[in-house]
């Protein structure tokens, strides 16, 4: 079975400096899809980012990229110029594509908090 | 913001009423998904739907049940409420394919059971 593992249950960053959060994963599948998610106090859960096994390259988005190591089963998500929005909990999940009846595994998430 | 959505957003009942807490989505997804978050803001998966017809129970025992007789519809009904059920309930939904299977999350039900 797939597990995710997030190892920070809570985290601090001042404003404008730069955060990694970690995630690792079990899997002896060579494709499969990892994700983060952001859930605001009080908001929606967002996807923040997602990365695809197959690709070498680091996916970014604007402020948040992730440094993927398949071979060392790492997924962490680097926030950088953090800001107060992004007050929040962050969850780092798998899936296996084409996986049936297996649905989206989660870590147990890191809660982020932007100090001004 | 993504188009699903649950009702109410916020209830308190007593113990051993029944209760049905409501998520629709205008996506045309095929899966749906509710989730128990516990108070350490961890997610358990409590039921899941592939489509019409379709329901299986998730990781999470729950004495809840669900229904999928349409698409957009995914309601999830607790015979008789107990102060254990006391939780928030996230209700999501992607698309089936052979894709990235991205989630989208509705803003969720806190439910307080006294």
């Known amino acids: 079975a797939q597990t995710v593992t997030q190892s920070q249950p809570e985290m601090s960053v001042q404003e404008a400096e730069t955060v990694t959060l970690s995630c690792t994963y079990d899997?002896?599948?060579?494709?499969?899809?990892l994700f983060w998610y952001k859930q605001p106090p009080s908001r929606q859960m967002i996807l923040v980012i997602r990365?695809?096994?197959?690709?070498?390259q680091n996916a970014t988005e604007n402020r948040f990229s992730v440094n993927f190591q398949k071979a060392a089963k790492s997924f962490s998500l680097k926030i950088s110029d953090s800001q107060l929005g992004d007050t929040a909990m962050y969850f780092c999940?798998?899936?296996?594509?084409?996986?049936?009846?297996?649905?989206?595994?989660f870590g147990k998430g890191t809660r982020l908090s932007v100090i001004a | 913001e993504a188009d699903i959505y649950q009702t109410p957003r916020y209830l308190v009942i007593g113990t051993g009423k029944k209760i049905t807490l409501e998520c629709s989505q205008t996506?045309?997804?095929?899966?749906m998904y509710w989730y128990q978050q516990d108070p350490g803001m961890e997610l358990h998966l409590i039921h899941y739907?592939?489509?019409?017809?379709?329901?299986e129970k998730g990781d999470l025992s729950s004495e809840s049940t669900v229904s999928r007789i349409r698409t957009e519809h995914f309601p999830l009904t607790l015979e008789s409420a107990r102060p254990s059920h006391t939780s928030q309930y996230l209700c999501?939904?992607?698309?089936?394919?052979?894709?990235?299977?991205?989630?989208?999350f509705g803003p969720g039900t806190r439910l307080t059971v006294l």
């Open positions: 999501a939904s992607s698309e089936r394919g052979g894709g990235p299977d991205t989630q989208y």
């Open positions: 899997t002896s599948e060579n494709n499969y899809y």
């Open positions: 990365q695809e096994a197959y690709k070498q």
């Open positions: 999940a798998f899936i296996r594509p084409n996986s049936g009846n297996t649905p989206l595994v």
């Open positions: 996506m045309g997804h095929d899966k």
């Open positions: 739907s592939y489509g019409v017809n379709s329901t």
